[in-house]
């Protein structure tokens, strides 16, 4: 772990005493967030053959954000729990945005004119980083096993002609990634977030609050497909008054934020958006 912030459990008189979780704060589909003392969260990966690398990965781009001015929890280091490599952070008090947003249009326009207020101050954070969203949408790609080689082929080519950036995109941004706290709306789950243009990280938003898709638990709002449809056109409709973007750009970056996603899911979720992929490619 060099290089990166390191935690030691907490030790006595009587040797090392490892802490133990707390209360169980989330669920998501690649970690568990549990409570870690009194004003800290640990974030444990499930069992799986990269948790490990999943968990450096996310601890550099936790580094990464805590140099910046974001609205983000405080990254306090890595730790090991019962074999496995986990996150401490700063615990935020507060529900998700996903959960507080009531099944009516005025919550529902509302929250997503907020969502794209959030993500507009994020997209305007100055950064260093070399830009990596382009390379990482490219080998998703290529590794696709689900793609033809001529599908792979158009993606690849209309992703070069894209226009670059050097932006920090969280590229997991959705109500689920948002607490709600007495200080302020608080941006989590940085484990995806990459470099590139902007318009890709709106795409990917866009993408995932469009689909019909509905996660275990859901709230009431996100069952219901006419509020969905509100929340992700207000969302777009807010991002563009502020910032101005085109919209043509916006349409063209769905094609490899489509492709890329293939990889990251199975089952019905998957044909979806093989499906809206296929359309988007002859629309093209």
Avoid at 8 to 13: D, I, T, V, W
Avoid at 190 to 209: E, F, K, P
Wanted: charged share 25%; glycine share 6%.
């Amino acid at each position: 772990m060099m290089g990166l912030k390191e935690r030691s459990r907490k030790s006595s008189g009587k040797g090392v005493v490892a802490m133990r979780i707390g209360q169980l704060l989330g669920v998501g589909n690649t970690a568990n967030v549990f409570e870690w003392g009194t004003s800290e969260v640990i974030k444990i990966f499930h069992l799986e053959e990269n948790a490990r690398e999943e968990a450096m990965k996310e601890a550099r781009n936790a580094e990464i954000v805590d140099r910046l001015s974001i609205k983000a929890p405080r990254f306090s280091g890595l730790t090991e729990y019962e074999g496995k490599t986990c996150l401490i952070y700063e615990k935020i008090e507060g529900q998700t945005m996903l959960s507080s947003i009531e099944p009516t249009e005025s919550s529902v326009s509302d929250c997503a004119k907020l969502m794209a207020q959030l993500h507009i101050e994020l997209h305007e954070v100055q950064t260093d980083v070399q830009s990596n969203l382009r390379t990482q949408l490219s080998a998703n790609v290529i590794h696709s096993e689900v793609m033809t080689e001529p599908e792979k082929v158009i993606v690849l080519d209309m992703l070069e002609t894209l226009p670059e950036e050097q932006t920090l995109c969280h590229y997991d941004f959705h109500p689920g990634n948002i607490i709600l706290s007495p200080n302020g709306p608080i941006i989590i789950d940085w484990m995806n977030a990459l470099v590139g243009h902007r318009l890709a990280d709106v795409a990917r938003t866009y993408m995932m609050i469009d689909s019909r898709a509905v996660p275990p638990h859901a709230p009431a709002w996100l069952t219901n497909r006419a509020l969905r449809v509100l929340f992700a056109e207000a969302y777009l409709g807010e991002y563009e008054r502020i910032s101005g973007m085109d919209r043509g750009t916006l349409e063209e970056w769905f094609v490899p934020t489509f492709a890329a996603r293939i990889r990251e899911l199975r089952g019905e979720e998957q044909a979806e958006i093989v499906t809206r992929l296929r359309s988007a490619i002859q629309k093209g």
